[in-house]
């Protein structure tokens, strides 16, 4: 491109163009569309079986700190080391990053580049030589200007700006999103670990119970009071608890594995649930020893109650629904992009400097003054329908962008409803099975006195055996699903991303 040099007495015009194109842009329009937040798909309260009536008074789940949402101080330890190290976490840290800089590049397209450039030129044979000039001509300019400075008439240049905002502020919600998700999944997995690591300790008790009641099975038969039936049968039952043991074992080495993913380097070993030492009982002495019962699991770590609210809440207070809405904002503000692409685009080139033809004269008295003007204008007449396929892809990014909020609020509605499903039932469940762990405790105790005094046969005792055993899994399961329920229900009400507040410095004395 060959660019021109004005002579200075032409700058007032120049000014004074300027001027009245810095009042058009001001004057410029938008073919965005007006944004409005699509109805919810979702009914207006919570169903009946989801038992909200129970949810109770207190802070929001959106406004109540992880910190003090988790009563247990161990646990409170390994998900801040979560926060610290989670890889996918610091993924989502670094989309952000990424969409800031998105921004602020859509946005410094809306103000001109300013640049200093400098250039010369030899050329011969001079032109000039014929009238006594030097043979070898030269030019050297410097100077500031604008090169290809886009004047926003139509909205196009705002509009990707918008765009690159919303997509920027979804993502700030996404790497929300991630932290609450972070922090429930932790949860779960420490919860899942102490879980496991209680049902090892019971079944570890309850293979010393089998195995001193084999003991004592062997000694019956050694003295024909039992028959080989009843030994085999004890020693039947011994074997499955071994294997139980194994199958416990695996399931919390794995836990721990999964735990120190989620954290993202090794858990220390005092923040790891460790095994009760386990007394194995001694070979019984005399036929009237009674047998040593299944000792209930260790009670799990409790969760600050969050009252349910009401659906219509989930859409302020979910960042994942924030951010369906921030890439909904982002889908308009590309219709109006597109749209702005039928329509001139005006662009401005000028640069105001000094001209020689002698590099040491530039800045002296040897240079001139020199201003240039490049205004260019490209209006679409035939693209074989390129912007109006960019129209139509955006028109129907925007339907996207529509069904991918309702799903988000679709998905958050039955995330609460069955947390709260779960809470409303998962009581009753607990109490019910705690009462029946205390009445198979007591029926093992009485088939135990009575298999030892000749009263019952060797299958009473082996029957409330197992139905003890059985029922101290259920318990910590159930146990373990009430916990993780009130983690899930804080998730989904979103809760989990919010600090609290900074602890003020003490006063000076």
């Known amino acids: 491109m060959t660019t021109s040099f004005l002579p200075l007495s032409a700058l007032p015009g120049l000014r004074a ?13 938008s073919f965005v569309p007006r944004h409005e937040r699509p109805a919810a798909p979702v009914a207006a309260t919570w169903p009946d079986s989801a038992g909200a009536q129970e949810a109770g008074a207190g802070a929001a789940a959106a406004d109540l700190p992880w910190q003090q949402f988790v009563h247990d101080a161990q646990l409170r330890e390994v998900i801040q080391m979560a926060l610290d190290n989670n890889r996918d976490l610091r993924i989502a840290v670094q989309a952000i990053e990424q969409a800031r800089a998105q921004y602020q590049i859509r946005q410094a397209d809306q103000f001109p580049t300013v640049g200093l450039s400098g250039g010369g030129t030899r050329s011969a044979p001079n032109p000039m030589q014929a009238m006594g000039g ?14 290809g400075w886009e004047l926003d ?41 102490k879980t496991d690591t209680e049902l090892l300790a019971l079944t570890e008790r ?24 009843d030994m085999r049968l004890a020693e039947s039952l011994a074997a499955n608890a071994q294997a139980t043991r194994a199958q416990q074992q695996r399931l919390r080495a794995q836990g721990i594995n999964l735990l120190t993913l989620l954290v993202g380097q090794p858990v220390p070993e005092r923040l790891i ?20 019962t299944v000792q209930p699991a260790a009670e799990l770590p409790t969760f600050t109650q969050v009252p349910a609210g009401l659906p219509s809440d989930l859409l302020l207070r979910r960042p994942d629904i924030r951010a369906a809405e921030q890439q909904l904002i982002a889908a308009n503000a590309n219709i109006g992009a597109a749209r702005a692409n039928f329509f001139p685009r005006i662009s401005l080139t000028g640069s105001l400097g000094r001209v020689s033809s002698d590099l040491d004269g530039l800045f002296g008295s040897g240079g001139s003054r020199a201003w240039s003007f490049g205004p260019s204008i490209t209006l679409p007449i035939f693209d074989m329908g390129r912007n109006q396929a960019g129209l139509d892809a955006a028109k129907a990014g925007r339907e996207i962008a529509v069904a991918q909020y309702e799903k988000a609020v ?29 009445a198979e405790r007591d029926r093992f105790r009485l088939a135990d006195l009575r298999y030892r005094n000749g009263i019952a046969n060797y299958l009473d005792l082996l029957d409330a055996q197992r139905s003890l055993f059985a029922i101290e899994q259920a318990l910590a399961q159930v146990r373990l699903a009430q916990r993780a329920g009130e983690v899930q229900l804080y998730k989904a009400l979103g809760g989990g991303w919010t600090e609290p507040p900074p602890t003020p410095p003490p006063a000076a004395n």
């Not at 163009?17 to 329009?29: D, K, N, P, Q, R």
């Not at 095994?275 to 040593?292: G, K």
């Open 153 to 193: 008439f139509f909205g196009r240049v705002a509009a990707l700006k918008d765009a690159a905002l919303a997509n920027y502020l979804a993502t700030e919600e996404a790497r929300k999103a991630a932290q609450i998700s972070l922090i429930a999944a932790v949860s779960g997995a420490w919860l899942q670990l």
């Open 17 to 29: 163009g300027l001027g009245t194109l810095a009042l058009a842009v001001l004057a410029g329009c």
């Open 134 to 147: 030097p043979s070898v001509a030269s030019n050297y300019s410097v100077g500031v200007g604008v090169a």
């Open 273 to 292: 649930p460790s095994l009760p030492p386990v007394h194995t009982p001694e070979p019984p002495r005399d036929l009237t020893q009674p047998t040593p």
């Open 206 to 229: 309850t293979l010393g119970t089998r195995d001193q009641s084999l003991r004592l099975t062997r000694l019956r038969f050694d003295h024909g009071a039992s028959s080989a039936l």
């Open 410 to 438: 679709q998905g958050a509605f039955r995330e609460v409803a069955d947390a709260l499903a779960s809470r409303a039932t998962l009581t009753d469940q607990l109490a019910a099975l705690q009462a029946q762990a205390t």
